[in-house]
Structures are given as structure tokens and as C-alpha cells.
């Protein structure tokens, strides 16, 4: 990728062409594909960053509508994952078949069906963050299982030093106008070029299916206590240290430590990946633990460096700015995510 990004994340980064966005529950094609398929019906909107996730009710199901650039062959790979983790009693939504198919069309997107499970999102507490360490072991134990080759995600969470700083010189020239924004592109410039000496390649760490995006809006609980698994479209092969890291770092933003990074509990930090090890049953490789903080580092300049695709670089790179601080500290001190 690099500057020469895909045309179509260019497209839905950067808003235009406009239908790239993610669509609503008051769009045509969606009301009435809602209506074929619940006559009289309610739509709800449950929220969704990939994707439309709206509810229809009486019936109790959930129509999830695609961006245009998530194609049929994708949806199709990552439906049959969801049914093995399914097989493996994991709770997962698992695609429903409407007039013959799981994956049909809405308007010039994909769309597909599953039933609506009930679930309740956790606070983001200390306690909900064990849970969750301990499910992301469950669900990586059952992934590995799953010999099944998906096609990558045109947008993944995810990328190298040597992206990060190919999309910054976008960010650069469309912020050069503005001093603020400038100066945090200077920043992550800085930040990529000490993460990139100290990378480990996704080449020399294990590899599996991760699900891509875990955190507590993923991971919920149904009333009788069982963790259900939501919203695969980040699933990919990816080294597994960066779906931790990736969740580790949301954790300490949602624990408020992006406010002082030095006062976090990053004692915890081995506890809990004892707790993610326990359950996955397997243990981190040593150099998935030298891995561990600059990929941490890393989830922070990521959104900071996809600014220059955005409608907005320089209003982007300023609400990165606090998630921003953590990269800065964690760089600086990496013997504190030392496990």
C-alpha cells in the first residue's frame, strides 16, 4: 500500500465517492431490503464501524450491510470461520440463508443475515479486561484450529513502520498549511522512525487467524454469564502479539492511562498475558515478548498516519494527539510492557 493506496479506500477514507461511507438505517436500499425481508418491521441501528448493523425487529435478526469495497468471496471465507467457531461451541453469530443465499445484495453492497443474540457490553473496568484476556485466549486456541485461507481485508488495523511513514508523506503535504497539525505529523514521523529500529517482522512471529479488532464493544455477555464474539471484519492472518498489543492498547486508553502513560498499572501487563496464555494454551515466544511494546506503540501512530486519506487530515491528526502520548511514553520506556 503506501501512497499508492487501493483507489477504493482511497475512496472511502477520503469520503468520495459518497456512497463509499458506511450506509444507515435510512437508506433506501436498506429500508427496502429490510422490508422484503420483515415485512412492517422496525429498524434499529446497533452501531458498527465495518459495517451497518441494523436490527429488525419482531423478528429478532440483524442485517449487516457491507462498505462497497468488502467483497462476496471475503464475506463468504469469514462466514465459514464464524460457523467452525460455532461448531467449536464458541458463541458467535452465524449467517442465516435468505432466499438461498447468506451473501446478497443491497443496493451496490453485500449484505448478510444472522440472528440477534441479546448480549450486555461491559464497562471498561479492570475485571471486564481479565474476561476479555481470557477470551481472546478461547477464541485464539479455536482459531488456530481453522485451516481455512480468508482473503485479506482492504482496511485492517494493522500496518509496518515502513507503511506508516509511506502514508505520512500524504498527511505531510495536506497539513502543511496548518502549524499544529504539522508539528504532530513531525511527531509520528519521529515516533515511526524509532518504532521501525525496533520492529520485529510479522514474518519472524507466529502467524494464525486473529479476529483483528478485540475489544469490549467485540467481546459481550449474554444474562447467563457466556461471552459472545461480535463483528469479524478485521479477521485476517496476522501475527497474534498484534491482536494483544492492539487490545492492550485500548485498555490502557479506556483505563485513562493515554493521560499520563507513566501512570498506568503496566505491572499488570504479565498478569494478564499469563491469563490470555492459560486460556490459548500456549505460551507467547520470546520473541513474541520483545514484540510486545512496539506493537503496542504502533496501534496509536496507525490512526494518526491514515490522516492524509481522511476528509479532514489536520482535525484527524489533532484527535489522535492523546492516544498519541502513549506511543511517545512507551517508546521512550519499552521495559514497561516487558513480560
Known sequence: MGTSVHPRL????????????????????????????????????????????????????????????????????????????????????????????????????????????????PEPTSEAFISMFEAMGILHRALAGIGLAVPRPLVAIYAPPGTLLRWLSTADSAVQHDPEASEIARLVRGLAQTLRSRWIRAADLPVQLIHGDLHLRNVCRTSDGRTVYLDFGFLSLRPRVHELAYSLSWMIFALDGHTDPQSFAWETIPWLVEKYEATADSRLTQLERQALAPYIAAAPLYHAAIAGFTSDPAGRLRSERPYLRLSEWLLEHPEAAQI
Open 10 to 121: 482511497l475512496g472511502w477514507w477520503g469520503g468520495d465517492p459518497p456512497g463509499a461511507a458506511r450506509p444507515t438505517v435510512d437508506d433506501p436500499d436498506v429500508l427496502r431490503l429490510a422490508a422484503e425481508i420483515v415485512p412492517g418491521g422496525r429498524v434499529t441501528d446497533l452501531g458498527g464501524y465495518m459495517s451497518l448493523n441494523a436490527r429488525l425487529e419482531p423478528a429478532g435478526l440483524v442485517l449487516r450491510v457491507h462498505r462497497p469495497f468488502v467483497s462476496r468471496r471475503r464475506l463468504l471465507a469469514v462466514q465459514q470461520v464464524r460457523c467452525r467457531l460455532a461448531d467449536r461451541g464458541l458463541l458467535v453469530p452465524v449467517p442465516l440463508r435468505w432466499r438461498d443465499s447468506t451473501v446478497f445484495r443491497c443496493g451496490e453492497r453485500w449484505a448478510e443475515l444472522e440472528e440477534y443474540v441479546p448480549h450486555e457490553r
